[in-house]
């Protein structure tokens, strides 16, 4: 036998990966709690509490061997079956359908316990019918099984992929396994357990009757705003979400163009303003563009003394509610097309010139359809944004109802109809979808690619007269209103009574974040400490993990091939879809009882951060994903790394712009969510933004501003940083003479 052939054969003994799940499964099974306890999943109080004897902090193997909760007995078998596969080479047979078998029995087994038995024992009356009367229960899931579940799974991805899928790459396998299984855990189920009730009647039967009447309300489709009247929720929402998303996105490419393709020196700080709306909470901005706009607003009353007429309320309704939109979203477009258009290769519009093309030609006919991933994908997620704001339209909205406030009042107020709330949160799932569609058509299958594994040292050319000077327009106009917005903000935050007593102090910042030194040291006596630093833990915690996610996501869209592509792709965008006020109820009922058992604690705020934003990681990655030729990944395979291989060395440092978009959404959306924030906080987790809005409930405007100035700053403070850490792409491009400084 050759030494080749040799080393091939070891390769295929050796199961380092597996052997890593089987222990992970062993150690949930045998050390750590089964059941989730009061302290938290990751804490480690329970070895101080009778571990590993009592009920309560004990182990699954010491729960059985004490004559407890014997449904567990089971996935003892199921972890034993993975040491046989041991003994067999990768390529035969049996070691994958050993693999598939126990995984897939072993993870069926756990989910169909934990729904079958909950705190009170059965949790179906056909169980009990059938099985009798159970004296036991049991409570939600801890590390210990989330541990075996975890190794289940994965055992069961290699079993998968020992079978032949993907190419037998255990990587990409796990991976699709692994995002399929928590999408559905924490988006499909949630969701889909707040929509069936759309067809539960008031004797909580089920009706397709009443999910018919409650669909076609004229309240949700009239069209009476042509007559004079007011138009229904569903084409108020629409019709807003399609002008807000193309809005944005010509702000958006107008941004990235002045940044990438002109000499304009203050990009910097051009960057750092776009950002700022992001990292703004909505119903500040709202109040904001109240006191210019509103009725006795600043401007309404400069133009009424100018002109001599009356003021009016304008900004209550559509026209509102679209600046605030705007002027909140563009950033998100900005992020997005920042790095598609500084990846279109030079190379290619220097080929234009070099053909005698214009530059306004060269533009419109080589750079502008290389950009359309980024710009589809922008407007998709403005449209999407709009879709969901919540903030905005209930300071703004007056008369003007959209779906997500409508979602809002159907759950909260008076009438508290959850099926309503679900009718409504389908329609604008339908909505979502055909604009997700829409994307995908207008995409085509063209190939978008323009950054291949050669060198290119070519340099962007500047942008035609004729394009450079709208942008620039475009750019100082929208600069000019934020930097206004931003100064009223900044403005209400010291004085004594916005609108009413402007004498200037500083006392709304002393009382949120008051310092005392004493003999103890530095003591936080300020009144909004505390939900300061729980935000800013959690949502250090999610922004990391939602790039992540959304990122191996991307790579899986773009780089693979596998059966139910488009289903997958759709549902990492469903939650992104639902407003966060249906996203906050849906999680707290299918979140508050066994077998995911998370309500009240950090856990589920960092969850609901995850998959509410990841779609944004998703749809960047996917358009800076899109320019990257297929051929750097095949030739790192073919110098014989494997997929996770060149996923972390080649394509990463590739999608520094995505990675950045990704990390900065996330993690000031985290810090500024309110919608689904005001149904998970609880005492020990408070959230900034639910202490900034009690604030406002009790008219402390001063201090609720104060507030978010001070996490402006902060977010800004994080955002400079991240953009330091994360760095940018070298492509190996020669410097620009004519944009550098001769001295």
Known sequence: MTITAQAANKKNLSHPTLVLWIIVGWVGFCILPWYGSEEGIFSFEWLFYGYPFDEDYAPALFLILQGKKLWLLPVIAFLVAPLFALKGLKSDPLHGKILVIAGALGFGWLIAQGFSIGIRGWNFSILETLFGPLDDRQFGMGSGAMLVAS?????????????????????????????????????????????????????????????FQKLTDRRLWGLACFSGGRCGAAWNSLVLAILVGFITTILGLAFALVVTRTGF????????????????????????????????????????????????????????????????????????????????????????????????????????????????????????ESMADFGNPLVLGGNFDV????????????????????????????????????????????????????????????????????AFLIVGTWTFFTIVIYVMIVYGSVVELWGVNNALTFKHYVTAFSLRFDAEGIRLTGSAWDSFWTTLQIAALAAPLTAIIGLITAYLLTRQNFAGKNAFEFGTMLSFAIPGTVIGVSYILAFNVPPIEITGTGIILIVSFIFRNMPVGVRAGIASMSQLDKSLDESSLTLGANS???????????????????????FVRAMTAISAVIFLVSAEYNMATSYIIGRVENNDYGLAIAYSTTLIFVMLAVVGLLQILVGKTKVGRRLDQSRTNVT
């Open 644 to 666: 996770w291989q060149t996923f972390l060395h080649v394509i990463l440092p590739l999608l520094k712009p995505a990675i950045l978009a990704a990390l900065v959404y996330s």
């Open 151 to 211: 190794a289940l799974l994965f055992i069961l991805t290699q079993g998968i992929a020992a079978r032949g899928a993907v190419n037998g790459d255990i990587f990409v396998v796990g991976a699709i396994g692994f995002v399929i299984t928590i999408v559905t855990a924490f988006v499909f189920y949630p969701i889909f357990n707040m929509l069936a009730s759309a067809f539960i009647t008031d004797d909580n039967s089920y009706s397709l009757s009443v999910f």
């Open 403 to 470: 779906l997500s406030t409508e979602i809002f009042f159907a759950i909260v107020g008076a009438q508290y109809d959850q099926g309503r709330a679900a009718i409504l949160a389908l329609v604008l799932l339908i909505f979502t979808l055909g604009a997700f569609w829409a994307q995908r058509f207008w995409l085509g299958k063209k190939s978008y690619t323009t950054m291949t594994g050669k060198g290119d040292s070519g340099v962007h050319p500047h942008l035609p007269i004729r394009l450079a000077l709208p």
């Open 265 to 384: 020196k203050l990009k910097r700080g051009l960057r750092a303003l776009t950002v700022l709306p992001i990292i703004t909470p909505p119903f500040v901005i709202g109040l904001a563009i109240i006191l210019l706009f509103g009725l006795s607003g600043s401007v309404t009353q400069f133009i009424a003394d100018l002109f001599g007429i009356t003021p009016t309320r304008w900004v209550y309704g559509m026209p509102g509610v679209l600046i605030a939109q705007v002027l909140a979203f563009t950033p998100i477009a900005f992020l997005v097309l920042i790095g598609v258009v500084e990846g279109v290769s030079p190379s290619m519009e220097e080929a234009a010139q070099t053909l005698r093309a214009s530059k306004w030609h060269t533009f419109r006919t080589v750079s502008l359809p290389l950009m359309r991933p980024g710009l589809a994908n922008a407007f998709l997620l403005g449209f999407i």
